[in-house]
């Protein structure tokens, strides 16, 4: 079990896994051109590096949560470091694009225990209003994966090669393998009996909430925001701009500000009155990307580009910071389930409906850039329309209650 001396200790090592998917999938953004000509592979096939860890890190979310709830966080955690510092060292040695496809699957599940586990650690650890200030805080740790990962990687890239974005993550997580068995420790208390057909009911509970599942969509269009722009900005920085990997890292960490800015904001109004709050970001994404689009008409490159992406990006972030608060708090006795279930199914949704906007509207240039968003804040508006509704029946229910 955790010691109590070491909680504090404990909680930072927390925190810093919290950002590992960010720097899973951002550290070798810049590098994506790189990576495709050392394994003569096409834009499409190297983007699917990042698709291949999208799906399992998602697929895992959805079932580990019920694993680490009734067989305990830590042990599956400290392996699980291991595991990805190994298929992270496979990654920078071969030059095959398919071994690099199943060390990404190997990523995907290993990060999907760790930070699963970690997330039901402060639900374990806190209570009340301190856990829901760190919960709050989740989205703004984590952004620090997007905003250092591809800074640092287009300096690795440039100076030593792709590879050393993958030698660079499996020797962070040796790291901190090593600090968590010197200082963390197991901290559920209570395992939950591993019941299949419970644990069917429990999924089942929280896929029939409306209100979470709602959520789950809005977090899904948020940071497909994010994907899209990683796995299109590279290309249209390095290909059709003919700027460097150090220029995309550049590009990529203003970005990862952004969303962490966007976090900031939404903890800062984390009392305000939600819907109204939710149908003002909305609104002001609708906006950017209208005038974004015009704008093409009459001026492009780099600069114009990154300005548009960073404010939509502020917007995303702070969507995503509300209904992530939201979600993980939803269901605190099964908190295991409910971080999985949340990052499970958003990272799922994502993984298709990223590759398919893709794949429909190639990285060629900031005009596909612009639909692609067009049609991701559509679709956000579109799940907050739905939202206003169930809340308009939910308060009406409320107050024929009242009156009766």
Request: net charge positive; proline share 3%; charged share 10%.
């Amino acid at each position: 079990m955790l010691k109590e001396k070491n909680q504090k200790i404990a909680t930072l090592l927390a925190f810093s896994l919290i950002p590992l998917s960010g720097f899973a999938t951002d550290i070798y953004i810049p590098s994506l051109p790189s990576m495709g000509l050392s394994m003569h592979a096409g834009s499409l096939q190297v983007q699917m590096t990042l698709t291949f860890f999208l799906i399992s890190y998602g697929i895992s979310q959805l079932f580990i949560g019920s694993i680490l709830d009734s067989f305990g966080r830590y042990r599956f955690s400290l392996v699980a470091l291991l595991v990805f510092a190994a298929a992270s060292f496979i990654i920078a040695l071969t030059h095959n694009v398919y071994v690099v496809y199943l060390m990404r699957i190997i990523h995907g599940i290993t990060v999907a225990l760790i930070v699963v586990s970690k997330r039901a650690f402060f639900v374990d650890v806190y209570k009340d209003k301190q856990l829901k200030h760190y919960l709050s805080l989740f989205t703004i740790i984590w952004s620090a994966g997007p905003i250092v990962a591809p800074f640092l990687g287009g300096y690795l890239e440039s100076a030593l090669g792709w590879q050393y974005n993958f030698y660079f993550l499996g020797g962070m997580a040796l790291v901190i393998a090593l600090l968590e068995f010197i200082f963390s420790g197991e901290t559920l208390k209570k395992p939950a009996e591993f019941h299949l057909k419970k644990i069917t009911g429990v999924y089942a509970d929280m896929i029939r909430a409306t209100d979470f599942t709602l959520g789950l969509l809005m977090l899904c269009f948020a940071y497909s925001m994010v994907m899209v722009y990683n796995m299109t900005g590279p290309y249209i920085i390095e290909h059709q701009l003919r700027l460097t990997p150090v220029t995309a890292g550049y590009c990529s960490l203003i970005l990862g500000l952004a969303w962490m800015i966007g976090g900031f904001i939404g903890k800062a109004t984390i009392d305000r009155p939600f819907f109204k709050k939710m149908a003002t970001n909305i609104t002001l994404q609708l906006l950017l990307v209208s005038i974004m689009i015009i704008s093409l008409k009459f001026i492009t490159g780099l600069y114009a580009m990154v300005t548009f992406a960073f404010l939509i990006h502020v917007c995303a972030g702070y969507t995503y910071n509300n209904y992530f608060t939201y979600s993980m708090s939803r269901f605190p006795k099964n908190a295991g389930i409910a971080g999985g279930l949340t990052g499970g199914g958003v990272y799922v949704l994502l993984s298709f409906l990223t590759y398919g906007i893709v794949y429909l509207i190639p990285a060629r240039d900031e005009r596909n850039l612009s639909y692609s968003y067009m049609i991701l804040i559509v679709l956000s508006a579109i799940g907050m329309y739905f939202i206003h509704r169930l809340n308009k029946k939910q308060e009406a229910k409320v107050s024929s209650l009242a009156a009766a």
